[in-house]
């Protein structure tokens, strides 16, 4: 049985950095994808980025250039550095296991799908 639990999420001020990591016991990334969603207030939920199993990663626009997706070299951990906070950051951060089936990176990026999920841990960045 899989059980995904994320963990450092917390709050930040706005130009700060934090660092998610994620732990998917009972799973091997040894192939398919996985990767951070975020929902903000009122929103739906949405894709942050991905890593596949070869290492190739892809991101959402509004984080491009400030988050970072890594996972240790056993791919038991997967982390997601978050700098350069902005407001608009703030939400419940989600990590998920198999969320390509098969799907190229960006396509997967989009669809928010995944097989396993973290219960999310919350992120609140301030001015």
């Known amino acids: 049985q899989v059980k995904v639990v994320e963990y450092g999420g917390g709050s930040a001020q706005a130009g700060g950095s934090l660092r998610l990591s994620c732990v998917a016991s009972g799973y091997t990334h040894s192939s398919d994808c996985m990767g951070w969603f975020r929902q903000r207030p009122g929103k739906s939920r949405e894709g942050v980025a991905l890593?596949?199993?070869?290492?190739?990663?892809v991101y959402a626009d509004s984080v491009k250039g400030r988050f970072t997706i890594s996972q240790n070299s056993a791919k038991t951990i997967l982390y997601l550095q978050m700098n350069s906070l902005k407001g608009d950051d703030t939400a419940m951060y989600y990590c998920?296991?198999?969320?390509?089936?098969?799907?190229?990176?960006?396509?997967?990026?989009?669809?928010?799908?995944?097989?396993?999920w973290g219960q999310g841990t919350q992120v609140t960045v301030s001015a």
């Open positions: 998920a296991a198999n969320s390509c089936f098969d799907s190229p990176l960006e396509e997967s990026l989009d669809r928010v799908l995944g097989e396993w």
């Open positions: 890593i596949d199993s070869e290492g190739r990663t």
